[in-house]
T-cell receptor, first 111, second 115 residues
Framework: QKEVEQDPGPLSVPEGAIVSLNCTYSNSAFQYFMWYRQYSRKGPELLMYTYSSGNKEDGRFTAQVDKSSKYISLFIRDSQPSDSATYLCAMSGDSSYKLIFGSGTRLLVRP | EAGVVQSPRYKIIEKKQPVAFWCNPISGHNTLYWYLQNLGQGPELLIRYENEEAVDDSQLPKDRFSAERLKGVDSTLKIQPAELGDSAVYLC?????????????FGPGTRLTVL
């Protein structure tokens, strides 16, 4: 079993929809939770970063962490075709710089 | 600000041939990472450098892979000899420091195809 599980998709939604992307994890030592966006033929870029539990909002993006359930989510409001990409969750512990990535969810936003 | 630069962007070689990838991190970033990304998977760390020192190479297959960062700036990752299973994207990333949570900035990657 992988430390971080993520549904690979693809997830296809119409423009303007609310998108929910999720990851589950098994390592209770994880404290740093990140969401990266990766366009085709590009490297990942950091979207959201949360420490420990709670919510964080940045424009159309909201990240949620539920450590009791070992479950993290990324919500995208008013989705745009330009949001079409692969979304990777990543995590690390307090004592480790090492990022553990999920396998990524491919999102397609249809105009 | 220039991002992480990698070259070549694409490389096709035959198995058993050597190959090398080059990375230039963001100016001032002391920490440099090499990742392997297989198709449909997330990146997996191969090696991490603090300046010119390889501080974590535990995931690097040392029988065929080697890396160097001689002057603590740019870095080279080499595979010799390449195998079919090495076909993947090799990503380089850099961060300002080595503190947990320091943002890692990724380059566009080198897509390797081994025939």
């Amino acid at each position: 079993q992988k430390e971080v599980e993520q549904d690979p998709g693809p997830l296809s939604v119409p423009e303007g929809a609310i998108v929910s992307l999720n990851c589950t994890y098994s390592n209770s030592a994880f404290q740093y939770f990140m969401w990266y966006r990766q366009y085709s033929r590009k490297g990942p870029e950091l979207l959201m970063y949360t420490y420990s539990s709670g919510n964080k909002e940045d424009g159309r993006f909201t990240a949620q962490v539920d450590k009791s359930s070992k479950y993290i989510s990324l919500f995208i409001r008013d989705s745009q075709p330009s949001d079409s990409a692969t979304y990777l969750c990543a995590m690390s512990g307090d004592s480790s710089y090492k990022l553990i990535f999920g396998s990524g969810t491919r999102l397609l936003v249809r105009p | 600000e220039a991002g992480v630069v990698q070259s070549p962007r694409y490389k096709i070689i035959e198995k058993k041939q050597p190959v090398a990838f080059w990375c230039n991190p963001i100016s001032g970033h002391n920490t440099l990472y090499w990742y392997l990304q297989n198709l449909g998977q997330g990146p997996e760390l191969l090696i991490r450098y603090e300046n010119e020192e390889a501080v974590d190479d535990s995931q690097l297959p040392k029988d065929r892979f080697s890396a160097e960062r001689l002057k603590g700036v740019d870095s080279t990752l080499k595979i010799q000899p390449a195998e079919l299973g090495d076909s993947a994207v090799y990503l380089c990333a850099s961060s300002l420091g080595d503190r947990v949570g320091d943002e890692q900035f990724f380059g566009p990657g080198t897509r390797l195809t081994v025939l």
